[in-house]
């Protein structure tokens, strides 16, 4: 009796065995990742080469075990090609990666160079710069008589005229309050030497000296700069040209009109005020350039029959300086639009983005 209970409970321990390891193993394939390892091992357990009495198969001969294999490394995500024939696209230039961004209303300030830079001062006979109306210029160069030059200023504030005086920078020297009476009314001052004397005669240092010092003294006295020259007498040469630009005059001023002021008499016919008048309207053309003088003979009585006169042709009167370049770097003002970039605007300015930025602060 006591033996048969023995053997029950061992039945009884080995149904129990059976049952967890069926229960384990249930689990353990139902596992994804371990099926593929149940399955290889079902295979080698119980595998078609399994031979049907028990015997373990014998191994092939001459065949080395197998290694196990490395573990794939992770290869890099590849870009799809691009279609066929599809352009590619363009990279961005390094000036339009880092072009600033700017706001649609924004105001920039538009660097501009106006002057003119040369090798020669350019020799100007009219105006260069054309106005939606037909314009002249009323000039007066100053020598060495000075007594009419109030009378002369009040006449051409009457007739609300701004021109250009080309002085001799000796005749500002002595008479500086005359100088700065006319930059205070509102005209300017360009040069006309230092002495008035032959320059195309004179050494190259003599000219150097002749400019540099009546530059000095024009701006000590005017407080303005002067870049517009006219020569004594009309007289230059491509030597005198070219020390002009160097000492910085880019432009020579003739004229194209002389009314011959400066004379009491021309050929044998005697310089009047009629003279005077006839001369200037029947030559007058659209940037005209008219050369009169302080002090000059019948000048002031002739002056309201001319200024009238070209007003009723149809011109206004300005200076000279108004119908050239700037002399020097001078700004515009931009207001953003949709769709505009600081690059596109320095390639419709003629600038570039730097100097933008800098005009700009950014």
């Not at 515009?332 to 570039?352: E, F, I, K």
Request: hydrophobic share 35%; net charge negative; glycine share 6%.
């Amino acid at each position: 009796m006591q033996e048969e209970t023995t053997n029950t409970q061992k039945n009884r321990r080995i149904i129990i065995s059976i049952a967890l390891t069926l229960l384990l193993m249930t689990g353990f394939f139902a596992m994804p990742n371990n099926q593929g390892k149940i399955l290889t091992q079902w295979h080698h357990w119980f595998g078609e080469n399994q031979p049907v009495d028990g015997t373990q198969p014998e191994p092939p001969k001459d065949v080395p075990p197998p290694s196990p294999e490395p573990e794939a490394e992770p290869q890099p995500k590849q870009q799809p090609d691009p279609a066929p024939n599809s352009p590619l696209p363009t990279p961005p230039t390094a000036e339009e990666k880092d072009d600033p961004i700017i706001y649609v209303g924004q105001q920039l300030i538009i660097p501009i160079a106006g002057e003119v830079r040369s090798d020669t001062s350019q020799v100007v006979k009219e105006g260069i710069l054309t106005g939606d109306q037909k314009q002249i210029a009323l000039t007066f160069d100053a020598g060495w008589l000075y007594d009419q030059t109030y009378q002369l200023l009040d006449l051409l504030d009457s007739y609300q005229v701004k021109s250009t005086f080309f002085t001799r920078a000796l005749w500002v020297k002595s008479y500086p309050d005359l100088a700065q009476e006319i930059k205070i009314r509102g005209h300017i001052i360009e040069n006309h030497s230092l002495t008035h004397g032959h320059l195309v005669e004179m050494t190259d240092l003599e000219i150097r000296n002749e400019l540099r010092e009546s530059t000095r003294i024009i701006k000590e006295i005017t407080a303005s700069e002067p870049y517009l020259f006219r020569p004594p007498y009309g007289e230059y040469n491509d030597r005198l040209l070219t020390l002009l630009a160097e000492e910085g005059y880019p432009y020579t001023i003739m004229w194209t009109v002389d009314t011959h002021d400066w004379a009491e008499e021309i050929r044998g016919q005697k310089v009047t005020a009629d003279y005077l008048v006839e001369r200037v309207l029947t030559r007058a053309t659209n940037n005209g350039i008219i050369l009169m003088h302080i002090g000059g003979y019948k000048t002031i009585e002739s002056l309201p029959r001319i200024i009238d006169g070209l007003r009723d042709q149809g011109y206004r009167l300005v200076t000279v300086n108004e119908m050239m370049p700037p002399s020097k770097q001078e700004v515009l003002l931009h207001t953003v639009q949709q769709g505009d970039t600081m690059y596109a605007l320095a390639r419709t300015y003629g600038v570039t983005v730097d100097q933008l930025m800098m005009a700009n602060g950014l």
